[in-house]
């Protein structure tokens, strides 16, 4: 239900934050040679380079920021501040290029923090009741922040729209109660994502593996496709000529029509424990997934009438975070920890780096920041299918590090099971 019961939550409000504009997750590209395919080029919101969402502001990793340091030995990355975290989590960090958001947790409550990008003073946190109990640590999405609102989607399946500026709750829905979504194993990590005047969640109901909500009201507009979640976030893209919602959900991959809400094409995706995790790729008519479990990945190619399976290996078996692509090749990790350069045409790896374990990566202007999931490390590498060249490698936090780095306004930030980081890289 809309509304904020008072008796769950509490707000402290430090100081006034400014909202800004941010840019909104864009369309792939419609070409079908996937050699010439890349990701879009994103608007700039106020001068800033923000990361207002899971997987960046064109939604795919990457961040227009440029002009940043690329000699790590020459000139040290710079730590601005950091901060410890309660929640043995995953959730990961967004912002507007001004305030830095993150949903922890501690006890039974999870904590909405908004820190100064810059300085790390707090500028307020809010907290909600949610799970009492560890399942493989608490928080697994992160925000969205759009027109001076945040919102978050728990891991009991709460979303919460914030008003950014103050901490203060505007409304809440319940994945379960409301909608009659079905929590997988090991509960929610799907993130939240903005589409024009929409919020589009994923709980994975028989009657709605998608809602569409309207972002500023909270009013349902519109359930979408059937059956169960997984754990990736939904990608929106142009396939076919169909402006569509790509979901990866615990038994198969699918595009869904975001005119009629209608499933358009599937293809089955099946692992052991229904865990379908990293988001999905989309490469003009063609989708890359990938999952671990000793899974892997493939290429789904869609027509005009359906989707086939153009081929599947196990050279990336991505646990939960999402590889990119980059003049048309895939750079993503996975189990047993290797950074693979993969061509998407044919499924063979063009090179493979040891040691970044199940750490994810982001990337701007050629270059990726692909985490060590093991240890903390960043390590920066040149987008080049030619071969692995590392630019330099720095380790400003130490232990276990799944969640995906990343880019704004001149900052790599970066956080572990216990800390969060902000490292001047300018």
Known sequence: MAGLPNPMFS???????????????????????????????????????????????????????????????????????????????????????????????????????????????????????????????????????????????????????????????????????????????????????????????????????????????????????????????????????????????????AGISIASGKELWSAPWLTGPDVNAASPVVIGNSVFVASGYGHGCGLVDVGPTGAQIRWQNRVIQAHFNAPILYKGYIYGTGDPGKLTCLDPNTGKAVWQQDGFEKGGLCAADGLAFVANGSNGEVALVKLDSSSYQELGRISPIHGRCWSPPILVDGKLVIRTIDTIAVIDIS
């Open 11 to 253: 707000v402290v409000v430090f100081s006034v934050l400014c909202s800004c504009t941010v840019s909104k997750t864009g369309d792939a590209s419609s070409s079908t040679d996937l050699a010439n395919s890349t990701h879009p080029a994103p608007a700039v919101a106020e001068g800033k380079w923000p990361w207002p969402c899971w997987r960046g502001p064109s939604g795919d990793g990457f961040s227009p920021m440029t002009g940043f340091n690329k000699n790590w030995s020459a000139k040290a990355p710079r730590m601005l501040w950091q901060a410890p975290l309660t929640d043995h989590g995953w959730g990961g960090p967004a912002s507007d290029g001004r305030t830095l958001f993150l949903v922890d947790h501690s006890g039974s409550q999870d904590v909405v923090h908004a820190w100064d990008l810059g300085s790390g003073k707090v500028k307020w946190e809010t907290k909600y009741e949610d799970a009492p109990n560890d399942n493989q640590g608490f928080t697994r999405s992160t925000p969205a922040i759009d027109g001076g609102n945040l919102y978050t989607v728990s891991r009991l399946g709460k979303v919460i729209c914030f008003d950014a500026g103050t901490g203060s709750i505007k409304w809440q829905h319940d994945f379960v109660a409301d909608y009659g979504g079905q929590r997988p194993t090991w509960d929610y990590a799907v993130s939240p994502i903005i589409d024009g005047n929409k919020l589009i969640l994923a709980p994975g109901a028989e009657d709605g593996a998608i809602v569409i909500l309207d972002k500023k009201s909270g009013k349902l507009i519109a359930k979408a496709g059937t059956g169960p979640a997984s754990y990736a976030t939904p990608v929106i893209a142009t396939i076919q000529g169909v402006r569509q919602y790509v979901l990866f959900q615990a038994k198969k991959i």
